[in-house]
């Protein structure tokens, strides 16, 4: 009696499948991808989120307008100003307050601090993950020098809760022009260290360039926003198209490529360290004198109704969505998270390429795992 | 022809880029001024924080053991996640009236999240950041302190 052979041959059945994470150095995180693999090449990739969800939306309930800043540090804790920042902006925004010169030049500085900070970090892991253990020291060294100036204003290095709805907590240090003007002095000489390391090795050019391309299009339809979109051509700085703060006294240029690849991705951010720092000296000289925060009352109401307020974080647009029932505590807070949407490309991207190339994507895209799940 | 001409040209751009990086690489590693590494363990005596950095509540009192507290509990009411309780208790004063007065006022360093709001609504200025940050203890009881020194009362000229 002759047995029917089982065909064995089906793609499915010869998909490998292989766990990424949740503690892999290269996912800067607690953050599981679970890849099927058909011999080195990626077929699909699923990531699971929720490792550190701490249900942030959730607890901003709870809380008064004042105190849920402390929480929205903990999102994407590289951005921190940025993400106290976006929450006071709409509050200011409902209560139709009128803020400070100073306090507008304040968050500015300190918002393009953030993003240099944020992305000389992103430079030093990217390094990393591909090899170059020596860019991360480096790179941790010249963050060091910005980490000192929130600390010696804010008294905090990353998580700063250094905003507050009217204003800043306390007053620049006197030292804080000194200070940033040193390490701008400092910045601009070893910038072309940076590229002399990374962005003209051989090595690194073939594991980046043509790497998970993405086209205009697409970029748009996946809502890739922050400088992995800005690489694939969409035009969708937040600083540029809707200014807040000071943005609008200050001129800059969008970083924008056509290619779309890891490689233009990555540029993108070293170049908007120097539209960064551009932007920094033209403001650092002509802080204007006044009060640093418009006074309060001690209980924030906001008026009943819907607010939004987006500001550009180093990864994307933030954008936050409060609701107002007229009580002191908000009755529903949304935050439109960078990182959570730009994930969602992740899966297109990666198809089809080999798996060394997946840290390579994952890398470029700059994730910041607890603003995915916040 | 062209081919094996661009082959070898690759060949040598990378090597140049390599070297490159490489020349960065070996001045920092020969170029003893630009270490920039801060040997904490050791340094602790030299060691000085910046004087706003966020290490620690504290309650500062003065020579006479007097602090600033009245006990009002808005430190209390503005913390975010409960990590400051303020117990307060009623004395009679000499003049035969009844007074409000801080108890024990109690802060719980292990889930602080150092907001500052404390230190920034406090009516009176009683609290304050002190800039120690080895924390570290063995016994997580440590961790819940009391601020107001034992026998200390409430500076004269404070207004309740």
Not at chain 1, 239 to 253: I, L, W
Request: charged share 25%; hydrophobic share 35%; glycine share 8%.
């Amino acid at each position: 009696m002759e047995e029917k052979v089982k065909d064995i041959d089906t793609d499915e059945q010869q998909e490998y499948i292989i766990n990424i994470g949740p503690q892999h150095p290269s996912t800067h995180g607690v953050m599981r991808l679970v890849v099927s693999l058909k011999g080195e090449t990626v077929k699909n990739v699923e990531p699971h989120l929720g490792y550190i969800h701490r249900g942030i939306e959730k607890m901003c309930e709870s809380l008064t307008y004042q105190q849920i800043i402390h929480l929205t540090d903990r999102m994407d804790y590289l951005a921190a100003h940025m993400n106290n920042e976006v929450v006071c902006l709409a509050v200011e925004k409902a209560l139709e307050i009128e803020i400070p010169d100073r306090v507008k030049v304040i968050r500015t500085l300190m918002s393009e601090l953030t993003r240099i900070q944020s992305h000389e970090l992103f430079w030093a892991s990217y390094g990393m993950d591909l090899g170059g253990q020596t860019c991360y020291f480096y790179g941790l060294r010249d963050r060091e020098m910005v980490l000192d100036i929130f600390e010696e204003t804010t008294g905090g290095r990353m998580i700063v809760s250094y905003n507050c709805p009217g204003g800043v907590m306390y007053d620049l240090h006197p030292n804080f022009q000194k200070r940033v003007k040193e390490f701008l002095k400092h910045f601009r000489k070893v910038l072309p260290e940076y590229d002399d390391i990374l962005t003209n090795n051989v090595i690194f050019h073939e594991r980046t360039v043509g790497i998970g391309p993405l086209s205009l299009n697409e970029a748009i339809s996946y809502g890739i926003t922050g400088p992995s979109g800005r690489a694939s051509g969409f035009s969708c700085d937040v600083r540029k198209h809707e200014p807040y703060s000071a943005y609008d006294r200050v001129k800059f240029n969008e970083v924008l490529y056509a290619e779309g690849d890891a490689f233009h991705r990555y540029l993108a951010r070293v170049e908007e360290m120097r539209e960064s720092m551009n932007i920094i000296d033209q403001l650092i000289d002509n802080i204007p004198e006044g009060p640093y925060a418009v006074k309060m009352k001690p209980v924030i109401r906001l008026p009943e109704g819907e607010y939004y307020q987006r500001v550009e974080t180093p990864r994307g647009e933030l954008g936050v969505f409060i609701i107002s029932d007229g009580n002191k505590t908000p009755y529903r807070v949304h935050f439109r998270t960078p990182n959570f949407a730009n994930l969602s490309v992740l899966n297109h991207l990666v198809k089809g390429f080999k798996i060394a190339d997946l840290i390579s994507i994952f890398g470029s895209l700059d994730f910041v795992i607890p603003d995915i799940d916040r | 022809m062209r081919s094996i001409i661009n082959y070898l040209k690759d060949i040598f751009l990378g090597v140049r880029s390599l070297l490159k990086g490489m020349k960065v690489t070996s001045r920092y590693f020969w170029s003893p001024r630009s270490i920039v590494t801060e040997k904490y363990p050791e340094n602790r005596k030299t060691l000085v924080m910046l004087e706003r950095s966020k290490g620690e509540v504290i309650m500062p009192h003065n020579d006479k053991n007097e602090h600033h507290c009245t006990g009002c509990g808005i430190c209390q009411i503005n913390c975010p996640n409960g990590s400051i309780e303020v117990i307060s208790k009623i004395i009679d004063t000499e003049d035969g009236k009844k007074k409000k007065i801080i108890d024990k006022h109690i802060y719980k360093l292990g889930q602080c999240t150092f907001c500052g709001l404390c230190v920034k609504t406090c009516p009176s200025n009683a609290l304050a950041f002190s800039t120690k940050f080895e924390h570290a203890v063995f016994n997580k009881a440590l961790l819940i302190k009391v601020l107001n020194k034992p026998g200390s009362q409430l500076m004269k000229g404070v207004e309740q």
